[in-house]
């Protein structure tokens, strides 16, 4: 089996500053995805990638840059914090578009 | 955009009881449904998909897909406490190896 770490598990930001979120896969999967989840709501995808190099913009990408330098690798840039930011950030990944496998989550918070 | 509903938001049972949960979609070319389940603090963890008209049934789980109506329900049969988590409908519109997430129904299997 494989396993998809997130870091950091908690993220505690100012207003207005740039944090970086990092996803890690051993699954040697091709496609992984970033996503939203805010309390009471769905995920929301804001970015994935089906290869290394490759970026492809979700729903709610406005406010964030993503980076896939490594295939086991996926980072997530929230280019300027917002208070109205606060919710889980989930990776995922997959082989073929099949069954998605999750990290554990990073949750931000933004003071 | 491709939407996803889920009801009831939230659901309790007692232990050995069944729980049903419902799923709609908007569109009825949808490729596959996948539930996933999701325990507090954890990323979602996928149960059981389905692809034909039908239903599919794999333990204590029972899917129903119903493509006319963009109905899914699924069933958990002789409901446990462990059985307590968020549960999220998702549904892939499309080969581009995208799913589109409900917002969850949150689970309480009472002793």
């Known amino acids: 089996g494989g396993i998809i770490t997130q870091t950091p598990k908690f993220l505690i930001g100012q207003e207005g500053q740039k944090l970086t979120l990092k996803c890690q896969q051993n699954?040697?999967?091709?496609?992984m995805y970033w996503y939203r989840q805010d309390s009471g709501k769905g995920l929301r995808l804001i970015y994935y990638?089906?290869?290394?190099?490759?970026?492809q913009k979700g729903d709610l990408s406005e406010g964030y840059d993503a980076s896939r330098e490594k295939k086991s690798s996926f980072s997530l840039t929230v280019t300027s914090a917002q208070k109205n930011e606060m919710a889980v950030f989930l990776c995922?990944?997959?082989?073929?578009?099949?069954?998605?496998?999750f990290g554990p989550g990073t949750r931000l918070t933004v003071l | 955009q491709e939407k996803v509903q889920q009801s009831p938001e939230s659901l309790i049972v007692p232990e050995g009881a069944m729980s049903s949960l419902n799923c709609t979609f908007s569109n009825s070319a949808s490729q596959s449904i996948w539930w996933y389940q999701q325990h507090p603090g954890k990323g979602p963890e996928a149960l059981i998909?389905?692809?034909?008209?039908g239903n599919k049934k794999e333990g204590r789980l029972t899917v129903y897909l119903n493509r006319a109506s963009l109905h899914v329900s699924l069933h958990i049969r002789d409901s446990q406490p462990s059985d307590s988590a968020v549960y999220l409908c998702a549904v892939s519109f499309g080969g581009n190896n995208k799913l589109t997430f409900g917002q969850g129904t949150v689970l309480s299997v009472i002793p």
């Open positions: 995922a990944s997959t082989l073929g578009g099949y069954e998605q496998y």
């Open positions: 998909s389905i692809f034909s008209n």
């Open positions: 699954f040697n999967h091709d496609t």
């Open positions: 990638s089906i290869t290394e190099n490759d970026l």
